[in-house]
């Protein structure tokens, strides 16, 4: 297996040439917001609200995400990937007595309800090793409790700076704890038993983790360098939608974030789910104040209106923003149905538990499918109401090829499966064994979803094109350790079409949306009549931007 630490994938031998692309899943939503516990900036895959509620904590009432997330599950999804972020959130320290002075630990998790404990002893450890020590640390459910959720067991530490298992050294690899403060000069007291007939004892963890404040875009946003907030993404697992909850449960997400999750949804091949603002509270407003409204992305999608649902903690109904029940139904749909396909029946529909906040009239929902807004049902439609869902590009560009949900979603689907289908391809050396191979295996994938009915042809050669030669792989690819494939598909009009640069290079992979000539790309007549010039353009300009 070869493995690039720069981007964080794996390309494992049986993904190279000599097999079939693999279609990527296209249901894992990722969430974005404030936790009631669990690690932090670090994309967590969970297949259940219980295994959430394990990791980050159940429903907490200033936690939109813990709800968004049940509601994912309740209505069909089947796998999330979690991030939590923080506003000015303190971890807890632990407090180990050694002699005259202390040695402090700190959580690497913030917050009030992350409760460690740790023991200290001289098991194995010889008596001239007056330096070293044994410690046990655990994160239990509760103060006090005997439900062990982590445990890890650090032997023969010292606290000796030269020392080959110096305790600062040794807690850097630990998923619990840091050294913290100044180091104490002896080794910390062995940790008597606290309970009668207990045979280990245990110091728990102090009170001063503390929660932090609410949630600002600027946490949501974090930070690309850092891996932090939206760009904690780049190391996760692929992922198809996201969902950012609003900040509170009054205060949406701001348009700074909607922009920046976007732009990443692009770079990502993913879709936006998108909630409606707060105020738009009925049918009205939203059709009054959606044109003023200055967010429109064709990598975004809005579904109409919040949902009422039953809030556990507050024992009543209450309204929650309505995208992570919108991504568990986008989540259902691929169960049943292709991704370049719109779901019906009840399959479109809300399970029961979730209804609608407001009555949506029939008119008003046609109007606002019209403008791009996503009507929520809780009922199987007549299909003199039901429409192909669409991204909040259909109220900016009427015409645009990406107004519709489907045909979006099939192409960011493309895009990812021959990214990733193709990586073996930086391994190998450019020329044209290495272009037949490639061209042959993605015209293989194209032609599956061909004969699947994914594109608007009826014949191969108006629907697909695969280019994979010397017109965009030059000398000075070759040279610059980069090779690329050119690759086109119709998504609306037969002979129309979209196309694609996949660039390997150094261990990286990018997918890059470019222009070529629709007269030259049509009729079947791409692979003889397309411009060299053209081709070459498109590869140095990706070579550039690598």
Not at 93 to 118: H, I, K, M, W
Not at 472 to 488: H, I, K, R, Y
Request: proline share 6%; with cysteine; charged share 20%.
């Amino acid at each position: 297996m070869a493995e690039s630490s720069v981007s964080g994938f794996s390309v494992a031998e049986e993904s190279g040439a000599h097999h079939a692309i693999a279609r990527v899943a296209s249901n894992v939503a990722a969430f974005i917001g404030r936790t009631l516990k669990g690690p932090v900036n670090q994309p967590v895959s969970i297949r259940s609200f219980a295994e959430y509620a394990q990791i980050f904590g159940a429903l907490w009432q200033p936690s939109t995400v813990s709800y968004a997330v049940e509601q994912f599950f309740e209505n069909g999804g089947r796998v999330a990937l979690v991030v939590r972020v923080v506003n000015g959130a303190r971890p807890p320290t632990v407090t180990l007595p050694a002699g005259d002075s202390f040695l402090t630990l700190r959580a690497l998790a913030p917050g009030s309800r992350e409760y460690l404990r740790a023991s200290v002893d001289y098991d194995g450890i010889a008596a001239t090793d007056v330096d070293r020590f044994n410690l046990v640390l655990q994160r239990v459910r509760a103060a006090g409790s005997e439900q062990i959720e982590d445990q890890e067991i650090l032997r023969s530490l010292s606290i000796l700076p030269d020392a080959t298992r110096f305790v600062a050294d040794a807690l850097t690899e630990s998923r619990l704890v840091r050294l913290h403060g100044t180091l104490p000069a002896q080794r910390p007291d062995r940790t008597p038993p606290q309970a009668s007939g207990a045979v280990v004892g245990y110091v728990g963890s102090n009170p001063d983790g503390d929660d932090g404040a609410a949630l600002s875009d600027y946490d949501i946003i974090g930070s690309s360098i850092k891996e932090s907030g939206i760009f904690a993404l780049k190391s996760a697992p692929p992922f198809n939608l996201l969902c950012i909850p609003p900040l509170t449960r009054t205060q949406d997400v701001g348009l700074s974030s909607l922009l920046v999750a976007a732009r990443f949804c692009r770079d990502h091949h993913a879709i936006l789910i998108v909630d409606p603002p707060a105020s738009w509270r009925d049918p009205k407003s939203a059709l009054e104040q959606f044109p003023k409204w200055p967010f429109r992305s064709e990598n975004a999608a809005m579904f109409y209106p919040r949902i009422a649902a039953y809030d556990r903690l507050r024992g009543r109904v209450e309204t929650f923003a309505s995208s992570g029940a919108a991504a568990g139904l986008i989540s259902r749909w691929d169960d049943n149905w292709p991704v370049w396909a719109a779901a019906e029946g009840d399959d479109a529909a809300l399970r029961p538990g979730l209804k609608l906040s407001g009555v949506v009239p029939d008119v008003d929902r046609v109007r606002l499918a019209q403008l791009g807004i996503n009507v929520l049902s809780t009922v199987r439609l007549p299909p003199r109401l039901s429409s192909s869902p669409r991204t909040l590009a259909a109220g900016a560009v009427a015409t645009t090829d990406w107004r519709y949900l489907s045909s979006r979603r099939l192409a960011l689907f493309i895009m990812a499966s021959i990214a990733s289908g193709t990586r073996w391809m930086m391994f190998e050396t450019n020329g044209p064994d290495l272009w037949r191979r490639a061209r042959g295996q993605v015209d293989a994938f194209l032609t599956a979803l061909f004969h699947d009915g994914a594109f608007v042809g009826r014949a191969a050669e108006d629907s697909f094109f695969v280019i994979c030669d010397q017109r965009v792989n030059d000398a000075v690819q070759a040279a610059a350790g980069s090779v690329s494939l050119l690759f086109g598909f119709a998504a609306s009009r037969p002979g129309e079409f979209h196309a694609c640069l996949v660039t390997h290079r150094g261990g990286t992979s990018r997918v890059k949306s470019v222009s070529v000539n629709r007269m030259t790309t049509s009729q079947g007549q791409v692979t003889e009549e397309i411009e060299t010039a053209i081709l070459r353009g498109i590869a140095a300009e990706a070579l550039e931007g690598a």
